[in-house]
């Protein structure tokens, strides 16, 4: 059974403080994405990564940063936690082979910045 | 710029009734197009994806049709049961882009 993790379901941060979410993926997949989800707004791409050590923007990567050490972990990084960043962020992977190729998703971190 | 709209936003039904949830999208030039839904609290689950050259796909009471140049898609849920009470998102991949387009989702209500 594929699988997605991500290391939180539910975080609570200050304004200011550096917050990383973590994300797993057991599928060896190639690509892994970073995803945030707002009412009303679907969901919106911040980062990817294709291999290791990879990484392109999205369509909002401003106030994030990601890192892709090993292949199975893609981490999100919010240098500077502000509140218009409260949201949920969802992690998603997929195989290289192309578009055709659907994204396999985790559960979501719900993050509230105060 | 590509644009992926679902109407309505919500929709309450009372089990046993056939239903459509609509998708439209305003490039016509995509890849392929996907149904995902999407549980309180719990990540997202791909239902159906129908190619470019494709009408139409169907997983047991699912189906989903595309129609590449008015732009829509439609998801055709028969016999709806209280398990299918969700969001339901759809998304369009461009050309040889490995970016999805959403939609914002239609949330699903089957009333027992």
């Known amino acids: 059974d594929v699988k997605v993790t991500q290391s939180s379901r539910y975080l609570v941060k200050r304004t200011g403080e550096k917050v990383f979410l973590e994300c797993v993926q057991d599928m060896d997949h190639e690509n892994m994405f970073w995803y945030r989800q707002d009412p009303g707004l679907g969901l919106r791409l911040i980062y990817f990564s294709y291999d290791v050590k990879m990484k392109e923007k999205g369509d909002i990567p401003e106030g994030y940063s990601v890192s892709r050490e090993k292949k199975e972990r893609f981490s999100l990084i919010l240098e500077s936690a502000s509140t218009n960043q409260t949201s949920m962020y969802l992690c998603a992977s997929s195989t290289r082979s192309g578009p055709t190729d659907t994204q396999y998703f985790g559960p979501g971190t719900r993050l509230t910045v105060l | 710029k590509q644009e992926v709209t679902q109407i309505p936003a919500a929709l309450s039904v009372p089990e046993g009734e056939n239903l459509v949830l609509n998708c439209s999208f305003t490039?016509?030039?995509?890849?392929?197009l996907q149904w995902f839904r999407q549980d309180p609290g719990k990540g997202l689950t791909s239902l159906l994806l129908i190619q470019s050259s494709q009408r139409e796909q169907t997983s047991g009471r699912l189906n989903a049709s595309l129609d590449k140049s008015s732009g829509r898609s439609t998801l055709y849920i028969a016999a709806s049961q209280p398990g299918d009470s969700a969001t339901y998102l759809c998304a369009v991949h461009m050309d040889s882009n490995y970016q999805l387009i959403w939609g914002a989702g239609t949330k699903l209500i089957i009333k027992p």
């Open positions: 490039d016509s030039a995509i890849y392929n």
